[in-house]
């Protein structure tokens, strides 16, 4: 059975009642509506609508889970015993995130966490954060655009609150 | 909807969720890059690079908490947290799901009694992933902080309580008492118990038992007069309402009250190394033998 989804900007994309199922949000839209898998009718004649998703942002989400639609659910260990989170990005996933710039890997975590469809969201997460590990603040600051909004005596400030915790 | 483009644009609850994924000195470079980040960082959650550290909360300025992390042993940097700071730390962690590590949080908490402050603490204890929690409290627990230390008698990690807690009606509502021993204090105190929860891997003549009544004193030291070895101390469990009574049993009794030179205060009389109470066969009598480093110094008929 397929499920009708329809995004921002009036696309419908049809896909399959596994794909449809592997966003939270969309699986609450559906139970809402009383759409089933075993009522065919209820599917044809409904579509989920998904306003803060645009087209573009849909294909990828979609070709996403359609890679992820058979995968076990994961039981993630979420934090080392260093207490730091930890989240294992697949080869696939580090190829299908390679190419987006970091303006498209946000909007695409935006929609995984409007979707929440977890394994997605945390594949962003964790590639964002490995864009970012390593690098001093000031590179940091060149890769993302940031425009830094503290004064001198700020970071000394800063520095200075967070000596308890540099080794 | 719209997203920026920019790291710092980035909704509060998204950053977060990147920042996790962070080992510390990445961290720390992200703080100094703007004020967006700087704040994103610090609602994250705090993250112990080393081992065998330990957090010390301390509220004795009222609004402040200062928390320490360090070793044991060594000397400790601090950093002081309001606890509007400390409240916000909880909220946005609960939401994120993330938790505070270490191996040790000892929790100093002084006379001066701030409900709101104790809430914070309380909840941000329970954020926690530590394996040994030490609380000193001095004066009752506000109810949360009560709660709190009701609900982690379970054993939740290794939990020790001490110094002096008056409010013996918070005593009486614990509701796991093997877990709980009122030890003897080993120097002058003035009023009320010392309780320690009994860590992991005591033996068996080491768990405490609670004695509810005076006349439950005889059927259990009777137990343990069995038991017990040369140079074997025990640790008594006594329920308040038990104690208070035979405080005052105990409080007319000359024999009762040191006059060697060490100080007469009744709490000192429980400055022995061990105590051993044994049924009198030729009466109901308890006769109690109080022992110091140097052997039996004293005797006691009750």
Redesign the interface.
């Known amino acids: 059975p397929n499920v009708k989804l329809v995004t921002s900007d009036n696309e419908e994309f049809v896909v399959d009642f596994r794909i449809a199922k592997m966003s939270v949000t969309v699986s609450r839209l559906m139970e809402a509506m009383n759409m089933s898998e075993t009522d065919d009718a209820s599917l044809l004649s409904n579509s989920i609508p998904l306003p803060n998703v645009t087209k573009a942002v849909m294909a990828r989400v979609i070709e996403w889970c359609e890679k992820h639609k058979n995968d076990e659910p994961k039981e993630e260990k979420e934090n080392d015993k260093r207490g730091r989170t930890t989240h294992v990005v697949s080869d696939w996933d580090k190829e299908f995130l390679k190419n987006d710039e970091f303006g498209r890997l946000c909007q695409l975590m935006g929609a995984a966490n409007y979707l929440e469809i977890k394994g997605l969201f945390n594949d962003i997460s964790q590639t964002i954060a490995n864009m970012i590990h390593g690098k001093k603040s000031d590179e940091i600051a060149e890769m993302f655009n940031i425009h830094c909004d503290l004064t001198e005596a700020e970071k000394k400030e800063i520095r200075k609150k967070t000596a308890w915790c540099e080794d | 909807?719209s997203?920026?483009?920019?790291?710092?644009g980035?909704p509060l609850?998204?950053s977060c969720?990147?920042?996790?994924?962070?080992?510390?000195i990445?961290r720390?470079?992200?703080?100094?890059?703007?004020?967006a980040?700087?704040k994103a960082v610090a609602a994250s959650?705090?993250?112990?690079?080393?081992a065998n550290r330990r957090i010390t909360i301390d509220r004795s300025v009222p609004g402040d908490v200062r928390v320490t992390?360090g070793g044991i042993c060594e000397s400790s940097?601090?950093?002081r947290l309001h606890a509007d700071t400390l409240s916000n730390l909880c909220h946005l962690r609960r939401r994120i799901?993330?938790?505070?590590?270490a191996r040790e949080l000892y929790i100093e908490r002084n006379e001066v009694i701030d409900a709101r402050v104790d809430n914070v603490i309380a909840d941000f204890v329970q954020g926690c992933?530590v394996e040994t929690v030490l609380i000193g409290l001095f004066g009752d627990p506000s109810p949360n902080f009560r709660d709190f230390l009701l609900q982690n008698v379970d054993k939740r990690f290794d939990m020790s309580l001490t110094e002096t807690i008056l409010d013996e009606e918070f005593l009486r509502s614990l509701q796991h008492p093997s877990e709980i021993e009122f030890r003897s204090p080993t120097f002058t105190i003035s009023t009320g118990l010392f309780l320690h929860m009994v860590t992991r891997g005591d033996t068996l003549i080491r768990t405490p038992i609670t004695i509810k009544s005076i006349d439950e004193i005889h059927e259990i030291v009777k137990n343990f007069s069995e038991k017990l070895e040369d140079e074997q101390n025990v640790d008594f469990g006594v329920d308040p309402l038990a104690f208070k009574e035979f405080k005052m049993n105990m409080a007319g009794k000359k024999e009762w009250r040191r006059d060697d030179g060490y100080g007469s205060d009744y709490g000192e009389t429980w400055a022995f190394e061990h105590v051993r109470v044994r049924e009198q066969p030729e009466s109901e009598n308890l006769r109690i033998e109080l022992f110091n480093a140097f052997g039996l110094i004293r005797t006691v008929t009750l």
């Open positions: 909807f997203m920026s483009a920019s790291l710092d980035l609850e998204l969720r990147i920042i996790v994924y962070l080992p510390l990445d720390l470079s992200l703080r100094i890059c703007c004020s980040l700087e959650d705090l993250f112990l690079p080393t992390f940097e601090e950093i799901g993330s938790k505070i590590y992933e």
